[in-house]
């Protein structure tokens, strides 16, 4: 019996360089719909930069009509002022989820790694091949779209049964 097709916004998030990735699961099959990044300029105000951030996410969402999006959670962070910028950052997607009644999800980065590779430890650079290798792309994303690829793959894996456990919506 076939599925119906789900599509999933996942988010790779930072201040300066947000990853995105609109994967499409239809019959078991992943296909990437689109991604990139959200570039922000270091001379661009921070307050801007969050905009921006808002802006193209709720522009992905009402272009693409998602049914969730999927989000890496909070990692361990030395740096207070690195977290806090993350956090607001983190902050615009999740109000641009939110202003579209999009659910979001969240998994921690090992889950992410191990999703797509197989191992909770690979490298940046093994998951941009493994995304390719899945989603038939020809080349290797940037890191930043492999991982918002990656974070999507992940949500599908994990709502079809094939991840370990179902991360709750946030």
Not at 36 to 48: M, T
Not at 56 to 84: D, W, Y
């Amino acid at each position: 019996m076939a599925r119906p097709a789900v599509t999933v916004l996942g988010v790779d998030t930072s201040l300066r360089s947000t990853g995105y990735g609109v994967v499409c699961s239809e019959n078991n099959r992943f296909r990437a719909v689109t991604h990139g990044r959200i570039i922000n300029p270091a001379a661009l105000r921070h307050s801007a930069c969050l905009d921006h951030i808002y802006s193209t996410i709720s522009m992905l969402l009402a272009e693409h009509r998602p049914q969730c999006a999927a989000v890496e959670g909070i990692f361990f962070c030395k740096n207070v002022k690195t977290a806090v910028i993350l956090g607001q950052a983190r902050g615009a997607v999740l109000a641009a989820c939110a202003a579209s009644s999009t659910p979001v999800f969240e998994y921690s980065p090992r889950r992410v790694k191990q999703s797509v590779s197989g191992t909770g430890t690979a490298q940046k650079d093994q998951v941009g091949r493994m995304v390719m290798s899945i989603l038939g792309l020809p080349s290797v994303p940037q890191s930043d779209e492999a991982d918002a690829l990656a974070i999507a793959l992940c949500h599908l894996h994990s709502s079809s049964g094939i991840g370990a456990e179902t991360s709750g919506e946030i």
